[in-house]
Every structure is written in C-alpha cells, then in structure tokens.
C-alpha cells in the first residue's frame, strides 16, 4: 500500500529564515510526486511534480527535490505570504493520488 | 479559465437527508476526481472518471455514496442518507490526460450533517 508522511506536523518561523519540509513515501513504481500548497477555506494549488530520483524544481522561493525514499521542499527568505499548509502526494502503480497529512507553515513578520 | 467549479460551497442538513453536491470541471479536461478531507483522514479519493466513465470507485465508503458523469461538463457527488460521520470537506478536481497528470482541485464543499 503506498504511503506518504509528512513532517514536521507544523512549523513556524521568522520572515527570512530558511528551512525545509520532508515528505518520505513507499510506493510501488513512482509515477511521480507531487506538491501542492493549501490555504484555508480553499482548495489545494498545485505546485510541482517531480517523477525520478535526483530531479529538482524550482518556483520562486520554493525549491522540491526527490531522492528514492523522500522528497524535501526548500523554502529560502520566506515571506508571510507563504503561510499554508503544503501537501505532498505520490502517484503510484494503482494510479491514485495518496495524499500525506501535510505541513501547516506559518512564517511571522 | 474558470478553474474547477463546484457547488454549494457549504451544505448544512440533518442526518438522514439527501445530500448532492455538483462540479463542473475544467473545459477539456477528461478526468474528474471526487476527495474527501477530514483532519483524521486527511485527503482520501473517493471515485475517479475518465471520458465519464467511472474508472475506480473503490475509496467509496459504502453504498449511501454514489457518483455519477452525465457529460464532459458535469457530475455529482450523492449520498443518501447522510449521517454525521459524512461531514468533511468534499473536493472535485480535473485532470487534462488521464489521473497521472497534474490534477487541479475546485474550492471545495463543506458539508456539515447534524
């Protein structure tokens, strides 16, 4: 059964200060990994699909990057404006999206 | 584009009513998916179309559920009867090439039965 788990739960930091988010998955046969960004009250927004080991995306001041076992997103000098929660999902063999719990991200001004 | 469109937007009733929530997907697009999100469960797939086909409907809790894809532009979501564990936000999202592509979710339908 593919499963996707997020951490941390939550996390809050300054405007400025860097960090990531993790996402390690199991899975039979990748088809790819997704991230979206979630704001409350409304739907998920999609951000990036990442489909082999060593790939990199980037959007602004988000970075996802995939290794076999998980997938880590960057955020560099965040603003307020990049509170969300952030959802990883990975596409498997079954061709269904399995969701993990999310990371709730609140960056203070 | 209008982006993925559902309705309502939130649905209050009292257990044992009928409860249809409805979607219009992106223009052109040939899969649709019904989720579901609790904070227990997170975001669960309930059913998924292809050309309005149902393709998998195996994350369907039981069979008060049903969901059906008249056309290219429209489905729904109905259960009959409600109960209060149905209460969760209801997501619709659209694909343009099947469910291994990008998918792009509507604002979604918070349902509260009482």
């Known amino acids: 059964e593919d499963q996707v788990t997020q951490s941390p739960e939550a996390l809050r930091l300054q405007e400025g200060e860097s960090s990531s988010l993790n996402c390690s998955y199991t899975v039979s046969g990748l088809r790819g990994l997704f991230w979206y960004r979630q704001d409350p009250g409304k739907g998920p927004e999609f951000l990036f699909t990442l489909y082999s080991a060593g790939e990199e995306k980037e959007k602004e001041r988000l970075k996802a990057t995939l290794t076999k076992k998980e997938s880590f997103l960057h955020i560099t000098a965040p603003k307020p404006e990049d509170s969300a929660t952030y959802l990883c999902?990975?596409?498997?063999?079954?061709?269904?999206?399995?969701f993990g719990q999310g990371t709730r991200l609140t960056i203070n001004p | 584009d209008a982006g993925v469109i559902q309705s309502p937007r939130h649905e209050v009733t009292e257990m044992g009513q009928e409860v249809t929530l409805r979607c219009k997907p992106i223009?052109?697009?040939?899969?649709l998916f019904w989720y579901r999100q609790t904070m227990m469960r997170g975001l669960e797939l309930l059913i998924y179309f292809n050309n309005n086909v149902p393709i998998d409907d195996s994350g369907m809790p039981e069979d008060r559920f049903s969901a059906k894809m008249p056309n290219a532009s429209f489905s729904t979501l109905k259960i009959q009867p409600s109960e209060p564990r149905d209460s969760a936000v209801y997501f619709c999202?659209?694909?343009?090439?099947?469910?291994?592509?990008?998918?792009?979710f509507g604002p979604g339908t918070r349902l509260t039965v009482l």
């Open positions: 223009s052109g697009h040939n899969s």
């Open positions: 999202a659209s694909s343009d090439r099947g469910p291994r592509d990008t998918q792009y």
């Open positions: 999902a990975v596409m498997g063999g079954a061709q269904k999206l399995v």
